[in-house]
């Protein structure tokens, strides 16, 4: 069951497009819309540079101005769990990934989680920040993308998400200029002793509109405990590559 846009149609405006794949809603308890399977190096979080398995699921219902994974809006086949947990197990790196497109609007993504820390992965999973992250498996580390206003999408932030935050968690703020980094610092700010002890706090600049090295003398000036975070697989690969 393929719900991609075949070759030789022409495909709608992008604004006549639903905002999630109608595949989403004829899924079964233990099936999965998927966008792709690959293999690569983390590119992000505190987990950069090991190998990971992703398993890249399909529909957003947000819009970020900066998205570089557009393609996972519309694009998925529908995998079972014992497919993906399959793939995961054959592709042989310990470090999985679920992200999207935003994984967590799909309900079969909760006994994913589970069955692959069952089967010994160490799962990571990206996610929005405006859909609820209470009742994951606690052994799932979550990414948080909290939105900055330069994504057009702030004001869908899910209130009080740090609350929700488990000890091993991690937070993401997506920059594009100067007023995305001083909207992000007071965020981080008004959540000092909010966010659970230890939690990483990653600043990362927006391919081709910031400046990494420009956003680095702000946090330096700042003396801010963020870390700053590279797309490393950017760099390795050709920025616009798919499946890396």
Not at 25 to 47: A, C, D, M, R
Request: include cysteine.
């Amino acid at each position: 069951m393929d719900w991609s846009i075949q070759a030789g149609r022409e495909a709608p405006a992008p604004a006549a497009l639903p905002l999630l794949p109608e595949a989403l809603k004829e899924l079964g308890p233990e099936e999965l819309l998927v966008n792709e399977f690959f293999l690569s190096i983390q590119g992000e979080s505190t987990y950069a540079g090991w190998p990971c398995f992703f398993i890249r699921l399909a529909g957003c219902h947000l819009r970020c101005t900066w998205c570089d994974t557009e393609y996972a809006f519309h694009e998925g086949t529908v995998h079972g769990l014992e497919e993906c947990l399959g793939r995961a197990r054959s592709a042989g790196a310990r470090l999985v990934e679920v992200t999207g497109g935003e994984p967590l609007l799909q309900r079969a993504v909760r006994p994913l989680l589970t069955r692959l820390a069952d089967a010994g992965h160490q799962v990571l999973v990206e996610t929005s920040g405006a859909v609820s992250i209470a009742g994951l498996d606690p052994r799932a580390a979550l990414i948080v993308d909290v939105k900055c206003p330069g994504s057009g999408m702030v004001e869908r932030n899910r209130p009080g998400i740090e609350r929700e935050l488990r000890a091993g968690d991690e937070v993401k703020l997506v920059i594009a200029d100067r007023r995305d980094y001083e909207w992000a610092r007071a965020w981080v700010a008004s959540r000092e002793g909010a966010l659970p002890p230890g939690t990483a706090v990653h600043f990362s600049p927006v391919s081709g509109r910031l400046e990494s090295a420009e956003l680095a003398s702000w946090i330096l000036e700042d003396r801010l405990r963020v870390r700053l975070n590279l797309q490393l697989h950017k760099y390795v690969w050709d920025p616009g590559r798919r499946g890396v």
